[in-house]
């Protein structure tokens, strides 16, 4: 390689054969290159450890333990962000619905001397199948499918095609 | 030699990388008053990448079933750490990478970069722009949310005016007669493994052909540089493009997560199937042109269902803005001009359209 | 013998044509009534249309049923001997109707589950009673059950189906002339458009919402007199008909529930309905110097106090979930504490401050709850917005450091070219 003379005003790092910019500049950007990369890999990370409860809260709940119930009466619990009611039949089986009256909102209950759910804002009635029998209410409270499991009972939105 | 330099000459002694990266490090890109456009096409490039990284940390949590898709995203968005951002920024990047797509397409069919020999750039260009509107139709379900649900009703509902093949076309998209959890399935797969796949093969035969033949330069830039040789300016790709692109896609990335804190993608409420349409529904930006056509279009033309017709005009003006560089020969010397003006027509048609069916109720 | 052979050829034509035509014409299915009738203007004009919408024509009934005469031969149409009553006065048609519809067995061979006792209540009712002093003006069957296009009352076209009826009953009652000769107001059908429960039957189609009917009854229809108001209101409003007994009101209302909530212009409590502001109910009799006053007023800071808790839980809610946050868990409290002030609301009724205030303090702590579960949901959006500054910040870094280094590089690049092109010169020279 020829060497040359070179003008003064040129900026040299090394004198070598390249004219490289100024190494600082390098190191600044592969620094802020790095801390960027940094940046965005902690919430990827974080991302990927998984959060502490791993229930789908609102397409099943549990409702309850199966000594909890004595036959012929029945539980308020929470379904999402909604009430619902689980009721243990005379015969010992479970059965579930939304307690949110389909009137104007109220929560229903389950009336052990009538063996019927009644809502108490405006005496409405419904069957043990959550069919609205009397009162304002104009349509069923939805039913909801119930799964023991050992001894917890749970309960799950009916099944979607 | 210190590290980096006995790590590069392991890698070569074995397979020859010097070699084959030669032609990109020769690789230039001409620089004239236009070459600004010239970055759309790696910053689509840039919010695919986004998309799959985004898409795939989703698929960790992501469930796609009709009973449990909308809880998954829900639990995402709401309880994973730093899950918003992640399904936010995949929203939000998806809706940046069509009109990136767009803009890409409309600034090559302006500039005429599709004339010989780059005939099929563009055509695996265009093939691309329609994968990624697949993209985003199939993607959109996914949440299973009233809007997505219904949305994807119409959007189906549309092909299946076709006549003799159009039900048949329908029951095959929606995994049966209606919207329902077969649909999910079946986009799902779409959109996680076909349309990747093909995505990825049509990028890298279009970067090929790309690297094949150049960057092309506008006529009158060329007609210019032809006339005074001296004006001819290029520079580098790797580095100095390169690192011009890259602040693109910083400035981007850093947008992308400014929308997603700021403006998060709303999560609606879960889809049910029974419940009347909501009042209003309408697609997503990048289909309202069409859109509002088809509701603009009356109910028959001359005994043919006003419909079809639209759906059959959008087959045709597909097909010819895919062959545009054959249409531009095949028109003669008047050929880039009437092309020229189809471009105009065409983006101001889907413009408006577009504004109109946003605001229309 | 004899009498048997002069059973001539032309008599037993004629058997033959009387039991013939007949058969004839019901199959042709002849109404020379409804030829003419059709044909004529105002009162006298009925259609064929109307006969068969009529619920009696469905089961066979005809013009003739009522009105006798011959329908099948225009000439004996009105005949005398034919039966024809011609138009049926008023006076006549209670009892006309009630001719089947009172008749038990009658009834039996066209719906056994009818009742048959409409036209006993009728006479125990205020119209029944002033037709029987014989008042024409008042009400009979058909003013409002329709004449001739008589509808079943689940027909919604029927002006006695339950949505309707408000609309019947107004007709002489929104009558100011008419109801001014029997000294009662006119302004029911007004006031009721204006109450809740008009809005739940006609404008919301609630059938459950009571009509004119539901308090008055049809038939028999009275004005439930003073002691039976809350009878009639607590059918549905069951609670609070408990929590009103047991207060102190039940002994001093004269007019029962309608005391404050009027009778048919009934509306939705405001926030100032138990208070002592203008306007409100217990200002009518209380004041603020006796302690029942004081009482009224306790309950109403109460109330207010927790309907402010519970709005400003619900607007904090809405705005956090619109930025996307979750919070369903809040919603699930908010909902709690709502039933609260439902309750609370409905205890009311017993004029006692601590019953209603031991049910919003059981309400309050979901309400505050939900409302520090949206307080949370705001501050993780904040936190949210605040923490992609970081990498926000390390981006813009980099964007800033590429351009310098590019900057640097293309000058070095710059600088690199022109001692080469130097050095070629002197190489050349």
Same mark, same amino acid.
């Given at each position: 390689m020829v060497t040359r003379a070179l003008p003064s005003e040129c900026p040299l790092e090394e004198s070598g054969t390249r004219q490289m910019p100024r190494r600082s500049a390098l190191r600044f950007l592969v620094g802020t290159v790095l801390g960027s990369v940094a940046s965005l890999l902690y919430p990827i990370v974080r991302y990927l450890i998984p959060p502490a409860e791993a229930s789908l809260s609102a397409s099943e709940a549990?409702? !309850?333990?199966?000594?909890e119930l004595k036959p012929n009466s029945g539980k308020t619990f929470r379904f999402g962000n909604r009430p619902g009611l689980l009721v243990r039949l005379v015969t010992g089986e479970y059965t579930a619905m939304s307690a949110v009256c389909t009137h104007l909102g109220c929560t229903v209950q389950y009336r052990p001397e009538a063996s019927q759910i009644w809502c108490a804002c405006h005496n409405g009635c419904y069957d043990l199948n959550g069919?609205?029998?009397? !009162?304002?209410?104009p349509r069923a409270l939805d039913p909801y499918d119930v799964h023991v499991r050992g001894e917890e009972i749970y309960v799950s939105r009916k099944q979607v095609a | 030699m210190d590290a980096a330099a006995r790590v590069q000459m392991w890698i070569d002694e074995r397979l020859n990388l010097q070699e084959l990266l030669a032609p990109l490090r020769e690789k230039t890109v001409p620089v004239h008053r236009h070459s600004q456009w010239y970055f759309l096409g790696g910053l689509t490039l840039f919010l695919f990448t986004i998309q799959l990284c985004s898409g795939v940390l989703l698929l960790l949590y992501y469930r796609p079933s009709a009973n449990e898709a909308f809880e998954s995203v829900q639990n995402i968005t709401n309880h994973v750490q730093f899950g918003w951002l992640v399904r936010s920024v995949h929203s939000w990047s998806a809706n940046l990478m069509v009109f990136c797509a767009f803009a890409h397409m409309f600034s090559v069919a302006f500039a005429r970069a599709y004339r010989k020999p780059r005939e099929l750039t563009w055509m695996t260009g265009m093939f691309l722009l329609f994968l990624v509107l697949g993209f985003g139709f199939s993607g959109?379900? /996914? @949440?299973?949310n009233t809007r997505a649900y219904f949305a994807t009703k119409v959007g189906t509902e549309v092909p299946g005016? /076709? @006549?003799?093949?159009g039900h048949w076309i329908m029951v095959i998209m929606r995994g049966g007669e209606d919207v329902t959890g077969a649909t999910l399935t079946r986009f799902f797969a779409l959109h996680v493994t076909i349309l990747p796949a093909l995505a990825i093969g049509m990028v890298m035969t279009h970067l090929l052909l790309v690297q094949k033949f150049g960057t092309s330069v506008p006529a009158s830039v060329e007609s210019e540089w032809q006339a005074n040789p001296r004006l001819r300016k290029e520079i580098k790709f790797f580095p100095n493009f390169f690192l011009r692109e890259l602040m693109g896609w910083y400035v981007v990335l850093a947008f992308l997560i400014a929308l997603a804190a700021f403006l998060p993608w709303e999560l609606g409420t879960k889809a049910d199937p029974f419940a009347p349409a909501p009042a209003g529904i309408k697609p997503e930006w990048y289909f309202l042109a069409q859109f509002q056509t088809l509701r603009m279009i009356p109910a028959k033309i001359f005994h043919i269902d006003g419909e079809v017709l639209g759906i059959l005009g959008f087959g045709l003006g597909g097909a010819l803005w895919l062959a545009l560089p054959f249409i531009e020969t095949l028109l003669g010397t008047r050929g880039a001009r009437y092309v020229r003006v189809g471009a105009v027509l065409a983006l101001t048609y889907l413009a408006s359209m577009s504004v109109i069916g946003y605001m229309a109720k | 013998m004899g009498r048997l052979q002069t059973m001539t050829v032309g008599g037993a034509l004629r058997v033959a044509v009387v039991l013939l035509v007949p058969s004839f014409s019901v199959a042709q299915n002849k109404n020379v009534c409804l030829d003419c009738h059709s044909k004529l203007q105002g009162s006298l004009k009925v259609t064929a249309e109307q006969d068969a919408a009529a619920v009696h024509g469905h089961k066979g009934m005809s013009c003739v049923t009522c009105h006798g005469g011959n329908m099948q031969d225009e000439a004996r149409a009105?005949?005398?001997?034919?039966g024809f009553r011609g138009h049926i006065s008023r006076e006549q048609i209670p009892q006309l109707c009630g001719s089947c519809h009172a008749d038990v067995n009658s009834m039996k061979r066209f719906n056994p589950s009818l009742r048959t006792d409409q036209l006993a209540e009728y006479h125990t009712s205020v119209h029944g009673i002033q037709f029987a002093k014989g008042d024409v003006h008042v009400a009979v =069957?058909?003013? =409002? $059950?329709?004449? $001739?296009e008589i509808r079943a009352g689940s027909d919604p076209r029927s002006p006695v189906h339950p949505l309707n009826v408000s609309k019947t009953c107004q007709r002489c009652h929104s009558d100011a002339a008419l109801m001014k000769t029997y000294r009662i107001a006119a302004t029911q059908y007004a006031d009721y458009t204006d109450s809740v429960h008009h809005e739940a039957m006609v404008v919301r189609g609630d059938l459950s919402a009571p009509t004119c009917s539901t308090c008055h009854g049809s038939h028999g229809a009275v004005p439930p007199g003073g002691g039976s108001v809350a009878n009639v209101c607590s059918r549905c409003h069951v609670l609070q008909a408990q929590f009103f007994d047991e207060s102190p009101h039940k002994a001093v209302f004269a007019e029962g529930c309608a005391t404050c909530h009027s009778s048919h212009k009934i509306k939705h409590p405001d926030d100032n309905f138990v208070s002592l502001a203008a306007g409100s109910a217990c200002g009518e009799c209380h004041t603020k110097d006796d302690d029942s006053g004081r009482v009224a007023e306790a309950i109403h800071g109460r109330l207010h106090k927790f309907e402010v808790q519970v709005a400003d839980a619900r607007v904090l809610l809405a705005r956090a979930e619109t930025s996307g946050m979750d919070v369903a868990d809040a919603q699930v409290l908010l909902g709690q504490a709502n039933d609260s002030l439902t309750k609370a609301r409905v205890r009311v009724h017993t004029a006692r401050f601590e019953k209603v205030n031991a049910e919003l303090d059981a309400g309050s702590k979901p309400a505050v709850a939900a409302l520090s579960a949206g307080e949370a949901a705001m501050k993780e959006r904040s936190f949210r917005r605040r923490i992609i500054f970081v990498p926000g910040i390390a981006i813009l870094a980099v964007v800033l450091a590429l351009g310098f280094y590019i900057r640097e590089l293309e000058r070095t690049e710059q600088g690199s070219q022109r001692p080469s092109e130097d050095a070629d010169r002197k190489m050349a020279a």
């Open positions: 549990l409702a !309850g333990t199966i000594n069919r609205n029998v009397s !009162g304002p209410p | 959109y379900l /996914l @949440p299973w005016q /076709l @006549p003799v093949v | 009105k005949a005398a001997g034919s =069957c058909t003013d =409002c $059950h329709g004449v $001739h």
